[in-house]
């Protein structure tokens, strides 16, 4: 079990952790490992694999080797890296120049899954082979509208650049709203 020190209380880590199974349940991770100081998930057919390493310390440009190196080392496909406090841009940068795509968050963004709200709509990746009839049916790439990659939905779905997701929006009034938006 991971080290309660991290966490300020045993609650806040068991919601961290929660958070962080649904995070790697929407991404396809189903297999857990977990290890004193970090978690590895796998999806069915071990061809993917997304590691989640914590501090309790601050993070400079510096402090980001271990983390780029143990994400190298597990041979993950994806990271997550939770941290107290922001880190430096130094730091943000190195992450941003591996080739692995490695997210950061605060502990206090995983707290509550933001997915999980009751008002939150449902949001799924459409499939690249998709993306075409979507565009000659609702409107080019350039035409939808936009999600930052950096925005909370996007960083807990793991999306990069150019993915298309289909929003749905439930509502009391009519049956469900259907748009799709890009990542930029």
């Known amino acids: 079990m991971l080290a309660v020190l991290v966490f300020k209380s045993r609650e806040m880590m068991e919601s961290i952790r929660q958070t962080l199974d649904a995070i790697a349940q929407l991404r396809g991770f189903t297999d857990l490992t977990e290890d004193e100081d970090r978690l590895e998930y796998t ?96 409107a080019s790439a350039d035409k939808l509208p936009r999600l930052r990659k950096d925005d909370p939905v996007a960083r807990y779905m793991g999306l990069q650049k150019d993915a298309v997701i289909k929003v749905v929006t439930p509502s009391d009034i009519t049956t469900s709203s259907v748009h799709y938006v890009v990542v930029i």
């Open 43 to 138: 999806n069915e057919d071990s061809s993917r694999k997304l590691v989640v390493l914590f501090t309790q310390n601050e993070v400079g440009k510096s402090d980001v080797h271990p983390f780029l190196a143990a994400v190298e080392e597990v041979q993950a496909t994806e990271g997550i890296v939770v941290v107290p406090r922001k880190i430096t841009s130094g730091a943000l940068k190195e992450i941003q120049k591996h080739p692995v795509p490695i997210h950061v968050f605060l502990h206090s963004e995983l707290v509550f899954n933001i997915l999980s709200h009751e008002y939150c709509p449902k949001y799924e990746v459409v499939p690249v082979e998709q993306h075409a009839s979507i565009f000659t049916t609702f």
